[in-house]
């Protein structure tokens, strides 16, 4: 059965109900955190003053420092971040494979330099480590230009797979009549058509539905995974259906992803929420303090009845008539407020808050001053503080990072901007792999043993049992897999097979010379008797 816009309607309104407790928490997160993110709950009026709840920015800048960690250690500005890899180790190690590997992880990094993908990608990112869920919308212009938009979740709705996969986005979002028709034409309806007449901006309510295609649902390529379906409210029109037929899309377009969530709603979850109440708590004890410092520095004036002949006057060079002596009759008002206490008590809440969002551990070098500071213990502590992000960021490399280069990588393929794979690949599962600084930190454990082997057999090079270690040591094998694991070229290393062809070679080389030895003692005996055995004849 069609799918109808009744249909699609019905369901946007459901996925709204069903995620009006997270509004309501991700509207207190962001009255706090983020007050000029759009707000769930009601629309705002642009440029409209939305941060009379925030009283210290603190909390703001320890989620900023939170999110620009993370992001880096995803995606690192000026470091290399992924690399493609195949699940068969015999395909690996062939050179048109990773000759083309190569080729295709420089067509990405080429095709995200020449987009808005950082600024899309932390927008996302920064969404997520603020409210728990992040959307990033990739949309691909042809000839090689994408742009990356950040979506606002709350504008967002989300419904997962039996895989727990999120495979449908609605997007209720706000357009202009002149964008509906400059985006779809003039044939949108005709509350559209007076709009245009008479108020151009009046804005119109637009769903955007991105679904896995159903059987009896056509779009323009037989091929496509998923339908696109801009639908007009307001009339209930498919804005971009043509001919009967939807638009769509190979892959899903929408990359979502999450920080930390539960096995029951498609929703994230952020240390935001954790760490909540410390906010509210020092914020409230940052106004009252404000409050308190308000009546230190303006106090309030007591006056006997009658001491006054006018009302009093507190503007400089103001002049008061008063009946009675001013030393007594008027004074001001001494607070006996502790500011000791409620400086104490928000120390201890803004260090609780910045605890909450990994501070310390972001924070290394900050920690371990000294004249007796080694590098190795820095860089030891660097890596014991890593540990916090991994759970973090692993999620991010699965769910965010994986789908976003293999969609970029598809689409160059398909217009012709990859070539072709070899014939090798075919039906091989293709996989990025992580390179950025946390997966390196995670793998650099075995160089560093393999360093330390590599020394003790060459301390014991001259002894038998040193020998004999140094035997069982394949050097080759060594340098290609520590290679593979400092992220090295792929198609700057020989492979295995190159490697044990170059052996072959050598030792043919080696047999020849050796036979060239043994028979030249024979040849030059061969040359000495030869002129005597002819005269003898």
């Not at 637009?206 to 295609?213: E, F, I, Q, R």
Request: hydrophobic residues 35%; aromatic residues 10%.
């Amino acid at each position: 059965m069609r799918r109808t816009v009744d249909y699609w309607i019905n369901y946007a309104e459901r996925l709204k109900a069903d995620r009006v407790n997270f509004d309501t928490l991700w509207e207190e997160i962001r009255e706090y955190y983020a007050p000029y993110d759009p707000k769930f709950n009601t629309l705002h009026m642009p440029g409209e003053k939305r941060g009379e709840r925030v009283f210290t920015s603190d909390p703001i800048t320890s989620l900023d420092r939170f999110a620009a960690n993370t992001y880096s250690q995803l995606m690192p500005l000026n470091e290399d971040y992924f690399s493609f890899d195949v699940d068969n180790d015999f395909l690996a190690d062939d050179r048109d494979v990773k000759t083309w590997l190569d080729y295709a992880e420089s067509a990405v990094y080429k095709a995200f330099r020449r987009s808005n993908f950082r600024n899309g990608t932390w927008l996302a990112h920064k969404s997520q480590a603020t409210y728990g869920t992040g959307c990033l919308y990739l949309e691909y212009k042809g000839g090689g230009v994408f742009r990356f938009r950040a979506r606002p979740l709350a504008e967002t709705y989300l419904s997962e797979n039996a895989d727990e996969i999120v495979d449908t986005v609605i997007r209720c979002c706000q357009y202009s009549a002149r964008q509906i028709v400059e985006l779809w034409g003039n044939d949108s309806g005709e509350a559209v058509s007076e709009a245009m007449k008479t108020d151009p901006e009046r804005r119109f309510e637009v769903l955007h539905v991105c679904t896995p295609k159903a059987e009896d649902e056509e779009t323009f390529h037989p091929e496509h995974e998923y339908i696109s379906l801009y639908i007009l409210k307001e009339n209930k029109k498919i804005l971009n259906l043509q001919g009967g037929l939807y638009r769509g899309y190979f892959d899903n377009p929408y990359v979502i992803t999450r920080l930390d969530k539960d096995a029951v709603s498609p929703y994230g979850y952020s240390r935001t929420a954790i760490a909540l109440a410390d906010v509210k708590t020092r914020n409230k004890l940052n106004e009252l303090r404000l409050k308190a410092l308000a009546k230190v520095v303006d106090p309030v004036i007591f006056a006997k009845n009658k001491a006054l002949m006018s009302r009093l006057r507190l503007a400089p060079g103001s002049v008061n008539y008063i009946n009675g002596d001013p030393s007594s009759d008027i004074r001001p008002f001494e607070s006996a407020a502790r500011w000791d206490v409620t400086g104490m008590e928000d120390e201890r809440i803004k260090s609780q808050i910045d605890e909450t969002f990994y501070g310390s551990s972001f924070n290394v070098p900050h920690r371990l001053r000294g004249p007796n500071i080694s590098a190795r213990e820095v860089d030891a502590a660097e890596r014991s503080a890593n540990r916090v992000s991994v759970p973090l960021v692993s999620r991010q490399e699965n769910e965010f990072l994986q789908p976003l280069v293999l969609n970029t990588m598809m689409h160059l393929l398909r217009d012709g901007l990859i070539p072709p794979p070899p014939p090798q690949l075919q039906g091989a599962l293709l996989h990025v792999r992580a390179t950025g600084p946390l997966a390196l930190d995670q793998q650099i454990g075995k160089v560093a043993n393999s360093e330390r082997l590599l020394l003790y057999v060459q301390q014991l090079a001259n002894t038998q049992i040193g020998q004999e270690m140094a035997e069982a040591i394949d050097g080759a094998d060594l340098m290609i897999q520590m290679a593979k694991v400092l992220d090295i070229f792929p198609s700057s290393v020989r492979t295995k097979k190159e490697v044990e062809q170059m052996r072959n070679q050598r030792q043919q080389m080696a047999a020849m010379q050796q036979m060239a030895d043994v028979a030249k003692p024979a040849a030059d005996a061969y040359s000495k008797l030869a002129p005597l055995l002819q005269g003898a004849v």
